[in-house]
């Protein structure tokens, strides 16, 4: 946007008036100039004989109250971008004006220059934008968005003009005619849920994110497959089952350059056990196996990611306390991700944990091609590794119990031929095995996404 825009303030609160006006004249080079009434009947006759670019219209005035009041602008001058202005406790009302066609809102309370600029410039453009959408789109018949790179240029716009990203994203949801949203967060830090509750899309799933149901009325579907959810019974979710694993494995990651194992800290002929999930995940009966474990192989360390202080001291101490010399726990350092992917070629088996699996972690050190022992869990969390070996073709290192797994890790300690040949598998699967086949499972989850909205159009 270039020159000078007219900004036409319906504001009948004089400080709150006066207030905007100074916000705009902060520069000699403000990019508006406004003109200000305090009655939306004044506002209406500007409208018609004026070039009005942007409207600020207080939802609160002596002659008009509320959404009405909106819905006035907005019939009698509907190409004009409007903003609402309303009290910092009127964010419901605020929301419906913005569903009902206004372009932002804003709140009397919390205005600065900055984000008046921005919010009138957007919504200028993208009142723009919105007429021109209407002839230029070409709409998938799938999900009934317009195309790729009208879609990216609007969620741009939308992201642009984000201050309190979560309730505005609602209505940018709704008004971009969304039929499908793929939630990746589940119960985690920064999660979605207070834009999944208002049902801003008709087929709602979760995937990936949380390794569990969300146990929330307005999640449609879990994606998962039939190992980590082989029961739906335990789920608030319908399932979307996939036909192989549901994790993806980033498959286009470089290993870097293999250090040798005194670079990496580790005895050059030890036989290397290696766990590198983060340490919540210890629980006290796994680091009791594997203290069993180095106790029935001498020459064996336990190599374990980068722990804090505190953590190192507990680890250290049960160690010791079960007779385990501290020294036998090597923590890695911090490395490049390259680096840290080929170092798992160092060790020669992968422990996992119970109740909770690896899961990305698990990935990793198959990509770069250390066997991963697990024993297969109850819940979803615990039954992750399970799904990453069969999808792998290592089926065989996935165990029922904590004796089976206990007992197959000792034997393959002891047999370096079987945990080659191990090895030589897995290297040979990397070319053809479902886990490292990403293409395949984009066209599954494809098919998942069009039978989710195929359900949701016949009910």
């Not at 009005?52 to 006035?72: C, M, N, Q, R, Y």
């Not at 698990?362 to 070996?389: E, H, I, K, N, Y």
Request: glycine content about 4%; proline content about 6%; hydrophobic content about 45%.
């Amino acid at each position: 946007m270039s020159g000078i825009s007219t900004a036409l303030l319906i504001e009948d609160n004089p400080g709150d008036a006066r207030l905007l006006k100074e916000l705009l004249a902060e520069e000699p080079a403000a990019p508006f100039r406004i003109i200000c009434v305090d009655r939306l009947q004044r506002g209406l006759e500007l409208l018609s004989t004026e070039k009005i670019d942007v409207l600020l219209l207080d939802l609160s005035l002596p002659d008009s109250h509320g959404l009405e009041t909106f819905a006035k602008a907005y019939a009698h001058a509907p190409k004009v971008p409007i903003i609402v202005l309303t009290g910092n406790d009127d964010h419901a009302l605020a929301l419906l004006a913005v569903k009902a066609g206004a372009q932002d809102f804003l709140f009397k309370g919390k205005l600065d220059r900055e984000l008046l600029i921005r919010s009138m410039q957007y919504s200028i453009e993208r009142k723009r934008y919105q007429e021109q959408l209407e002839h230029q789109a070409n709409y998938d018949v799938l999900t009934g968005l317009p195309n790729r790179n009208l879609l990216q240029d609007r969620l741009k716009r939308a992201v642009f003009a984000q201050r309190d990203a979560r309730p505005i994203a609602v209505v940018f949801i709704d008004l971009d005619h969304f039929k499908f949203i793929n939630d990746s967060l589940g119960h985690t830090q920064g999660d979605s849920f207070d834009v999944l509750s208002h049902r801003p899309a008709p087929v709602q799933a979760s995937w990936l994110g949380y390794a569990g149901t969300t146990a929330a009325p307005f999640v449609d579907y879990l994606i998962a497959d039939r190992i980590v959810a082989p029961d739906a019974g335990g789920f608030s979710e319908k399932l979307a089952w996939l036909p192989n694993c549901f994790f993806p494995s980033d498959t286009v990651r470089n290993l870097g350059k293999l250090p040798s194992r005194a670079q990496a800290g580790l005895p050059q002929d030890a036989f290397v056990f290696c766990c590198f999930n983060n340490t919540w995940k210890i629980t006290e009966p796994v680091f009791a196996a594997w203290m069993r474990l180095l106790a029935q192989i001498p020459q064996s360390v336990l190599w374990l990611k980068q722990a804090g202080e505190k953590t190192k001291e507990n680890l250290v101490r049960s160690a010791r306390d079960r007779g385990i010399d501290p020294d036998r726990l090597v923590f890695a350092t911090p490395a490049p991700l390259d680096v840290h992917l080929v170092r798992h070629q160092l060790a020669d088996l992968f422990l996992d944990t119970l109740p909770y699996n690896a899961h990305a972690t698990a990935c990793d050190a198959l990509w770069a091609g250390l066997p991963v022992l697990t024993q297969r869990g109850t819940a979803f969390a615990g039954r992750v590794a399970a799904s990453l070996l069969t999808a792998a073709g290592l089926p065989e290192l996935i165990t029922e119990t904590a004796q089976e797994y206990e007992a197959l890790a000792l034997a393959l300690a002891r047999d370096p031929a079987r945990l080659k040949a191990l090895r030589e598998k897995l290297a040979t699967n990397r070319a053809t095995a479902p886990l490292f086949d990403t293409p395949r499972l984009a066209r599954d989850l494809e098919a998942a996404y069009r039978a989710m909205l195929a359900a949701a159009v016949q009910r």
